[in-house]
């Protein structure tokens, strides 16, 4: 680690954030698989079950991260809300079609959040650039990927 300790301290918070944005996103791809209905129904609900292993995993990266900087994982999921605002959209209408839009534009909150830590980080702390450059290419991945079943609608 070569950050400042101000730096880090800001560090760890902008960790926290996606810690709690990755675990609403492993819900939110879970529960739309639950519940969808409609068009392309297989193909659509394997791609969100498999969102939903990798966001779990994404969080298990950040908390190990969050945990090396002396930080703390958020404790409650209560808490994650605090963090992540607009971290959850409810699967209300369970229309493929619908349920693919709403996780689509989680994808760009996502990718346009990574790319702010990645901007925030530049030089500093090496190991975690990596890994941050590493989840938000997965979430470039997972856009596509949902954006392509999208298209056949
Ligand atoms: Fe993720
Ligand atoms: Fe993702």
Redesign the pocket.
């Known amino acids: 680690m070569c950050c400042a300790a101000n730096k880090n301290k800001e560090l760890i918070k902008l960790l926290q954030r996606a810690y709690s944005e990755e675990l609403l996103?492993s819900y939110q791809y879970w529960l739309g698989a639950q519940v969808a209905e409609g068009a392309c129904l297989d193909e659509t609900k394997s791609e969100l079950l498999e969102?939903y292993e990798?966001?779990f995993e994404h969080a298990k990266l950040l908390s190990d991260k969050i945990i090396a900087l002396g930080g703390s994982p958020v404790i409650t999921p209560r808490e994650w809300y605090d963090h992540a605002p607009e971290g959850f959209a409810a699967p209300s209408d369970p229309q493929t079609k619908t349920l693919l839009e709403q996780n689509i534009k989680g994808?760009q909150g996502?990718i346009g959040f990574y790319n702010e830590i990645l901007e925030f980080l530049g030089e500093c702390d090496c190991s975690t650039y990596k890994m941050i450059e590493q989840i938000r290419n997965?979430?470039i991945k997972?856009e596509e990927d949902l954006t392509g079943i999208l298209n056949k609608l």
Do not use: G, L, S, V
Request: proline share 0%.
């Open positions: 996103a969102h990798e966001e994808e996502a997965d979430e997972h």
